[in-house]
Every structure is written in C-alpha cells, then in structure tokens.
C-alpha cells in the first residue's frame, strides 16, 4: 500500500484524459479516410497499431488499472510499462507523422517539415538525449521524493505521465525511424544507445528491488521491480527485432550503397 | 551451383567471412544468457534475482552485460538470416563461433561476475566450490571444442 493522499483519483485528470483518447481514436481514421482520396490508400494495419497503443496508453491512465495504481506499486509498474513502453511502441507504428504531413495543406506541411529540421529538433531527437530525456527522468521519478509528490498533486502526476509517454514515444522513435525522420543516425550509435539505455532501465529496476519509493512495502516493490524487470525485456525483445529487421532491410543485396 | 554463388559473395563482399564468425559469437552469448536465465533463475531458482549482497558495480556491470546479450541472440540470428541471404554461410564455422560465444560467456560469468563482481552466486546455502568449478569447467569445455572446431573447419576448407 502506498500512503493514502488523494483518496479516489481526480475526476477532472480522468475526464480529460479520456477526452484526448478519444480525440486519438476519432481523429486518426478520420484524417486517414479523407486523404485516401488523394493519396495511396492508408494500410490496414497502421489502423490497428495505432488502436493498440491508444488502448494501452488508455488503460494506464483511466479505469481500474489506473484506479489500482493510487495504492498498489506493482499495478503502477504495469500501467508505466504500458504507458511508457508499449504504447509508444505501438503508436510510432500507427505512423502519426507521416498522417499527418499527409493531411495537412502544403503551406502548413511545409512549416512543419521546416520545423522538423530544425537544429532544435536535431538536438532533441539525437538518441543520446531521448534517451537521457526517457530514462533520466525515470531515474528522477523514482529515486527522489518525485513519486510521493505526484501522488499528492494532480497537476504533478498528469505532467509525469505526459513525459513518460511523450519521451517513451521520442526515444521509441528516435531508435527505431518508423515514422518520418529528418536526423538520422548510423546503426552503431542507435545499438550502443539501445543497449546503454536498456541496461539503465534493468539497473532502475533492480534498485528498485532493494529499495522501493517511500511508502511502498516491501513485498509490493520486489513485485513491480520484477514487473519492470521482466516486462521491459519483452518490450525490448520487440523494439530489437524491429531494429534489427530494419538493419536487414537496409543492407539487403542490391541496396548496400543505402545501408548503415 | 551453391558454391559459386558463395565465392561470388564473398569476393563481393570480404567483410561476409567475417560475418560468420560475429554472428554465431553473438547469437552463442546470447544464447547462454539465455538458457541462464530459464534455467537457473526460473526453474531451478539456484540464482537470485538479487540477493542484496551485490556491491553497486555489480549491479551496473549485470545490466549491461544482459542488455548486450538481449541484443547480440536476435542480432546473431539476424546477421545469420543476412548470410543466408548471401549465401555465404559456413556452417561448421558458424557453430563453432557458437560454441565460442557461449563458452566464453560461461566462463566470463562464472568468473567475472559470480566472483569478482559478486552479482549474485551459481546456488545458496550449499558448499560453493564444487558448483562454481563445474560451472567453470563447462565453460572452458564449450570454449575448446569451439576452438578445435573452429580451426577444423579451416583444415577442412584448405584441404
């Protein structure tokens, strides 16, 4: 049990949380519909990866997972997981961006593409940072006070779960190039960053391990660090296998001039 | 058939000699941190997840190490499915890179890890040298038949 601080969650986190899924939900195949008329049909299967992630995203913000993770950590652990692991594995793979330039006029396309090469984009989507940016702030959430402070502020605890998702997303997206890129990498550097940052997130989990957060017990925090522990390795598995698949792809014969 | 299209590979493409001898290392590794894992932390539970008793380095030096070999299983296989492709694959070369990743990795663990860093030990509440030779031993075991393989491998292909 985590010490009692906000009694049930805040009805206002969840109304607009499922206000913006929803928004997710509607607003994807509408705007995939409508350029299909101009535009090579949208794949079947981008529909159904971006549901997925929406779904899992949702799950760990609204209904009883996220009722469950105001006092249990193992139920956190999942919803963080979720949140911050599949679902921006999922979403990236719904290719939002590319949806987007699609929809979007030629003027407006055009500023966001500028945006996108921008040295600040450049700077911020270089995998060192997301990766920093994703798992520094996992380092922070849950080893200072951060946590016990977000579970009395709801203003605190939508800001942490907006960064989980959003530097879970740029570091998915940072590593894997699903969707659009402006700044790529050499493979090299994206396995050495991968494999830094998955070890961080196994180090994280086995401290964790030895010492929950304050206010967590024991037993509770030995269950959602293996939760983290075992979890994030499955997630991983599949971020790998993409990054590999797209290493095969790359230097496939003939196209070797365009690989690493 | 087969075989010209292998020299023509790798005339092509030198570095897919090489190839074979990185893949099958890091798919071995893999592996051994695989079968590490399901036996001894899940089934057996000889190991300990974390036994408290880990100095900080270990713990580092652990999570990088199963990150890596995460990694280096699926890479293995996939450089291997990129052989495939080439036809530039060498079997015998290839197992016997296996057998040299796993082997070392056995070896590394049982020494490095268990004893050195002390990340965690092969059982508890037993007499551990029996274990941690055996452990040992099975590791420079895999280790030399990949080596004798390896080079008869060579001889085989010289001759």
Not at chain 1, 75 to 89: F, I, K, N, S
Not at chain 1, 167 to 173: I, K
Request: charged residues 15%; positive net charge.
């Amino acid at each position: 049990m985590i010490h009692h601080y906000l009694g049930p969650m805040d009805p206002w986190f969840q109304l607009t949380a499922a206000l913006l899924l929803a928004w997710a939900l509607m607003f994807y195949p509408m705007l995939a519909i409508w350029t299909n008329e101009r535009y090579k049909k949208w794949p079947v299967q981008r529909y159904l990866f971006w549901y997925a992630g929406v779904i899992a995203a949702g799950s760990a913000l609204v209904g009883p997972l996220a009722d469950a993770a105001h006092t249990s950590f193992s139920a956190h652990m999942t919803g963080h997981l979720l949140l911050g692991m599949l679902a921006p594995l999922l979403l990236l793979h719904g290719k939002p961006l590319t949806l987007l330039m699609r929809g979007l006029p030629t003027k407006a396309a055009r500023r966001l593409s500028r945006l996108m090469n921008s040295r600040f984009i450049a700077v911020v989507s270089h995998p060192v940072s997301t990766a920093v940016l994703n798992f520094g702030g996992l380092f922070i959430l849950y080893r200072t006070d951060l946590f016990l402070w977000m579970h009395q502020s709801t203003w605190l605890y939508a800001l942490v779960h907006i960064h989980v998702l959003l530097a879970g997303y740029v570091f998915t997206w940072s590593i894997l190039y699903t969707d659009l890129t402006a700044h790529r990498h050499s493979f090299r550097l994206r396995v050495v960053v991968l494999i830094a940052a998955l070890a961080s997130h196994k180090v994280l989990a086995k401290s964790l391990y030895a010492m929950p957060p304050a206010g967590v017990t024991t037993g509770d925090g030995e269950m959602g660090a293996l939760i983290m522990y075992y979890g994030g390795d499955a997630v991983d598995m599949a971020i790998i296998i993409f990054f590999c698949y797209s290493w095969y792809k790359a230097t496939a014969p003939g196209r070797i001039a365009r690989g690493v | 058939m087969e075989k010209a299209e292998q020299l023509n590979a790798e005339e092509l493409n030198p570095k897919l000699k090489k190839r074979n001898f990185w893949s099958g290392l890091l798919f071995g590794i893999g592996l051994m941190a695989f079968i590490d894992e399901v036996i001894f932390h899940q089934l057996l539970q000889w190991h300990h997840f974390y036994d408290l008793a880990t100095p900080q380095i270990g713990i580092f030096a652990d999570g990088l190490l199963n990150s890596f070999a995460w990694f280096a299983a699926i890479g293995g296989l996939f450089m291997f499915a990129d052989l495939r492709r080439w036809h530039a694959v060498r079997m015998r070369y290839w197992i016997a890179s296996v057998l040299i990743g796993a082997g070392a990795f056995q070896l590394f663990d049982g020494i490095i890890d268990h004893k050195v860093l002390r990340t965690h030990q092969v059982r508890y509440g037993v007499e551990l040298l029996p274990y941690d030779l055996s452990w040992n031993l099975f590791g420079a075991a895999l280790l030399i038949a990949g080596l004798v393989l390896a080079k008869s491998s060579k001889e085989g292909r010289s001759a």
